[in-house]
């Protein structure tokens, strides 16, 4: 069998020049051998109408073994040169043709440095759009942050806004004024709670002389 890749050729057919001879090898070697076994069967029958013949069935399988192989060699001779025939004469696409998608390369031919500088190119091109994708992820992460901020935010200014309305209720306007009352407030809060823990303590103090 040729050693030749014939890549071209399998582009075209769309398998290998190589492969279509071995499948029709195989083909034309079991019609081989079914044929043999076809002649062995009709010699035994033709044997079994002679009772006198003192030819036993294992000599005529000998036999067929050996008319087999001596048929399977020169098998081989002739399919080698008709082999070699098919893949020069048929299976091969001559240097000079080009096949129609590839006729691009005949319009834009390109050097092996040409080409080198291309896919250079190209593999630049793919980092920088990675870099690109990236930076745009992290910017929407961080416009998403700033939503949830922004939105935090809100919370603070309505909050503040409350209590505006909280300070204007009780008649003061100015927020620092506001402010001031709240911490007033806050501060007695804290007095009374104090006050309320005392008080507590001394009835579990009374409690427990009880």
Known sequence: MSVNPMAYEAQFFGFTPQTCMLRIYIAFQDYLFEMMLVVESVILKKLDGFPSAKISPFQIRKSTEKFLLFMKEHFDQLFSKMEEVLLQLVLNIPKNVLLPEDKVHEQYPYTKEQFQALQSEIDQLQQQYRAEASAGQALLA??????????????????????????????????????????QNSKKLQDVLKDVEKKSKKLQKSDQLA
């Open 142 to 183: 961080e416009i998403e942050e700033q939503k949830t901020v922004q939105a935090e935010l809100e919370k603070i200014l309505r909050w503040f806004d409350g209590l505006e309305n909280i300070c204007r209720a009780h008649g003061t306007s100015n927020f620092k004024e506001s402010f001031a009352f709240l911490t």
